[in-house]
C-alpha cells in the first residue's frame, strides 16, 4: 500500500521561503503523479501542481508560478515543494497526493498534511 | 487554467435523503473528474473518479454522472457518517482544479 509521510509544521516569517517534503513508499515512485494541495483554515481545497518524477519537471496552476517549485529525488523517493516570497495568506495545511494504476490521475493516496504558517 | 464551479455551497439535509450536488468545468473536460469527501482535520478521502468509477472501499450509496462542463455527485439514502464536506476535482497531466466546495449538514 502506499503511503506518503510529510514533513512536520513550520512557522515562517514573511518573505521567506518554506520547504515541505514528501516521501513516499509502497508501489512505484517515478511512474506516477504527485501533486500538492493546500487549504488554508476554513476554506477549500487549491491545486497548486504535480510532478511525475520519471519527467523530472512539474506543473504548475498559474496562481504559483513564479514562486513555487516541485522537485522529486527519485534515489530517496521523496518529493518536495518550495514556495517563495511567503505572505500570511501562503498560511494553510498542505497536502502531498499521489495517484494509482487506473485512476486516470486522481488523488487516491494522501499525505498527513504540513502545517505552513507565516506570521510576523 | 480550467475552473471549477460547484453548488450548492451548503446542503442541509436528513438521514435517508437523496443529495445531488453539481460541478461545473469552465470549459469541457474529458473523464478525468474526480469527488472527494473531507471531514474537519482530516485529508481528503477519493470517493469517485474518472466521472463514474466508485473508489474501492466506498458505499454504491455515492454515484457520480456527468461529460462535456456539467458532472454530478449523487448521494442516496443518506447515513450519518455523509455528513462531511465534498469537492470535485477535474484533473489531467497538467492541472487539477478543485471546486469550492459543498457542506452537506443536518
Known amino acids: 500500500q502506499v503511503q506518503l509521510v510529510q514533513s512536520g509544521a513550520e512557522v515562517k516569517k514573511p518573505g521567506s521561503s518554506v520547504k515541505v517534503s514528501c516521501k513516499a513508499s509502497g508501489g512505484s515512485f517515478s511512474s506516477y503523479g504527485i501533486n500538492w494541495v493546500r487549504q488554508a483554515p476554513g476554506q477549500g481545497l487549491e491545486w497548486m501542481g504535480v510532478i511525475i518524477p520519471v519527467f523530472g519537471r512539474g506543473s504548475y496552476a498559474q496562481n504559483f508560478q513564479g514562486r513555487f517549485s516541485i522537485t522529486a529525488d527519485e534515489s530517496t523517493s521523496t518529493v518536495y515543494m518550495e514556495l517563495n516570497s511567503l505572505i500570511s495568506e501562503d498560511t494553510a495545511v498542505y497536502y502531498c497526493?499521489?495517484?494509482?494504476?487506473?485512476?486516470?490521475?486522481?488523488?487516491?493516496?494522501w499525505g498527513q498534511g504540513t502545517l505552513v504558517a507565516v506570521s510576523s | 487554467d480550467i475552473q471549477m464551479t460547484q453548488s450548492p455551497s451548503t446542503l442541509s439535509a436528513s438521514v435517508g435523503d437523496t443529495v445531488t450536488i453539481t460541478c461545473r468545468a469552465s470549459?469541457?473536460?474529458?473523464?478525468?473528474l474526480a469527488w472527494y469527501q473531507q471531514k474537519p482535520g482530516t485529508a481528503p478521502k477519493l470517493l469517485i473518479y474518472l466521472t463514474s468509477t466508485l473508489e474501492d472501499g466506498v458505499p454504491s450509496r455515492f454515484s457520480g454522472s456527468g461529460s462535456g462542463t456539467q458532472f454530478t455527485l449523487t448521494i442516496t439514502s443518506l447515513q450519518p457518517d455523509d455528513f462531511a464536506t465534498y469537492f470535485c476535482q477535474q484533473y489531467n497531466s497538467n492541472s487539477g482544479a478543485f471546486g469550492q466546495g459543498t457542506r452537506v449538514e443536518i
Open positions: 497526493a499521489r495517484d494509482r494504476p487506473g485512476a486516470g490521475g486522481a488523488c487516491v493516496f
Open positions: 470549459q469541457s473536460i474529458s473523464s478525468g
